[in-house]
């Protein structure tokens, strides 16, 4: 079974930076495609970004503006999600996901607990 730790989440100023983490374990990294999502209060939970098998292939979502960028490191079993210039609108509960498959758009199966990112001055 596929279990999926996040973590990075926290207060930050607007214009700072953050990296989210996404550790995998019980199966074998390399079979699974990984995601990030994100839900603010009364809102629908929409992707952020996702990344293939091998890396070279990504989705990101309209509202990252090329602030964001996801990546993989195989060694580690761990995928992150590079966040730049972050601004109040990018508050929300973060949520790793995964999945064997890659689509457009990216529809992961399984969800990791989330963890929260505030951006406030």
């Known amino acids: 079974q596929v279990q999926l730790v996040d973590s990075g989440g926290g207060l930050v100023q607007p214009g700072g930076s953050l990296r989210l983490a996404c550790a995998v374990s019980?199966?074998?990294?390399?079979?699974?495609?990984i995601g990030w999502f994100r839900q603010a209060p009364g809102k629908q939970r929409d992707l952020v970004a996702a990344?293939?098998?091998?890396?070279?292939?990504?989705q990101y979502g309209d509202s990252v503006n090329g602030r964001f960028t996801i990546f993989r490191d195989d060694t580690k079993g761990a995928v992150y999600l590079q966040m730049n210039n972050l601004q109040p609108g990018d508050t929300a509960v973060y949520y790793c996901?995964?999945?064997?498959?890659?689509?457009?758009?990216?529809?992961?199966?399984?969800w990791g607990e989330g963890t929260q990112v505030t951006v406030s001055s």
């Open positions: 019980g199966v074998t990294f390399a079979d699974y495609t």
């Open positions: 990344v293939n098998w091998y890396g070279d292939k990504q």
């Open positions: 996901a995964a999945s064997t498959a890659w689509v457009y758009p990216y529809q992961p199966r399984y």
